[in-house]
């Protein structure tokens, strides 16, 4: 409908302007041309006021006179026409006032009305924009947010990770990880060691509690880089105790040289260590046994991966049995290093709840170790 206006308006101004230009020539299709712009002013002002009717204009007066405006012009132009059909006199005067009420004033309000609706258009397309530009940076701001709390994610998966690898075996975590839970597996050949600190109470008469516990905290950060060095699988402190074992949760046919080569950087360590501080640190006793255990994770609360079996409690014997500063290891540890490293055979020797068990101190490599 507002097509059909504007189509109407500016066709009514170019016939009614062309037969203007002709009125005083005799041109056959002049009262044609003139007819044809009479109806299309009428088309355009019906049309116009239609559409007024449905949109309410922003400016009501000026919408107004247009449509009176056009009305009357209309109206002086009909009626024009007829009296100039019947040849009354103010035909002509009724023609002129018509034709300019309508070219003149219906006319060009009527293309300031389409220049204003124009304008109030393009203010919307821009405010439409705006809040198109300001959806788009919401989002991007959004992807922005959604980017950082992933990042964030993975570093707090990444540390959960390291955490629980400095808790349990890398593949042990990956099978909690990946099951929910982790089935307990035999080792049928690792090599356990046990160390213990001789004089730990004493130390704790003569050393205040927070000097004690940092030359234990020193010490233990010490044996957990050899280890770490060699390959072998911390299990846990039991006080002033230190458990570790070679030989899981992946088999390894060199586990018990891993672990000997370990236990003499670790007395080594205690030795320099004990010339330096003297009474301010500790003797060590090492004990090593080869042999059959069961790995795995038991309960569900502070769980922590833990070796249960005959060779843990034969490494235990082996420990307290031993020398202070000496690697004290047994039978079945020694046939398996005994090409590698030079042991002294102590002799059988009474261990709780073990009987007699043939031990050997361990004295140095026989080849250069890696």
Excluded at 159 to 169: Q, R, T
Excluded at 334 to 354: M, P, W
């Amino acid at each position: 409908m507002r097509k059909l206006s504007y189509v109407s308006g500016f066709g009514a101004a170019f016939f009614l302007s062309i037969s203007l230009l002709f009125r005083y020539h005799h041109w056959p299709w002049r009262s044609a041309l003139y007819l044809i712009g009479i109806v299309c002013l009428i088309v355009a002002s019906t049309t116009a006021l239609i559409t007024a009717r449905r949109h309410i204009s922003r400016k009501p007066v000026l919408y107004k006179v247009r449509i009176i405006t056009g009305y009357v012009g209309c109206l002086f132009i009909v009626s024009g026409s007829i009296f100039k059909m019947l040849q009354f006199v103010p035909a002509n005067i009724q023609l002129v006032v018509g034709t300019f009420l309508l070219i003149f004033v219906f006319l060009p309000l009527y293309v300031y009305e389409l220049y204003y609706d124009n304008m109030v258009l393009e203010q919307k397309v821009m405010e439409r924009t705006k809040e198109l530009s300001a959806a788009l940076d919401d989002l991007t701001s959004a992807q922005s947010q959604l980017l950082i709390a992933h990042e964030q994610s993975e570093q707090a998966r990444k540390k959960s990770d390291e955490l629980l690898l400095n808790i349990l075996p890398a593949e042990v975590a990956e099978e909690l990880k990946t099951n929910g839970s982790s089935s307990a597996r035999q080792f049928d050949n690792v090599t356990v060691m046990f160390t213990d600190f001789v004089n730990f109470t004493t130390a704790g008469e003569t050393m205040g509690p927070y000097e004690l516990i940092r030359e234990l905290d020193i010490c233990f950060k010490a044996f957990d880089e050899i280890i770490v060095k060699h390959n072998i699988e911390k299990i846990k402190t039991i006080g002033d105790a230190y458990l570790a074992v070679s030989g899981l949760p992946i088999p390894g046919a060199h586990h018990a040289t891993q672990m000997i080569s370990a236990a003499m950087e670790i007395a080594e360590f205690m030795r320099l260590r004990r010339i330096d501080k003297r009474e301010q640190t500790f003797d060590l006793r090492i004990g090593v046994h080869s042999g059959v255990v069961i790995a795995g994770i038991v309960g569900i609360k502070k769980f922590a991966y833990d070796i249960w079996g005959d060779a843990v409690n034969t490494a235990a014997r082996m420990e307290q049995s031993g020398v202070p500063g000496r690697i004290n290891i047994s039978q079945a540890t020694f046939d398996l290093v005994c090409d590698t490293f030079q042991c002294t055979y102590r002799g059988e020797i009474s261990a709780k709840n073990k009987g007699n068990l043939k031990m050997y101190l361990v004295d140095k490599a026989l080849t250069p170790l890696l």
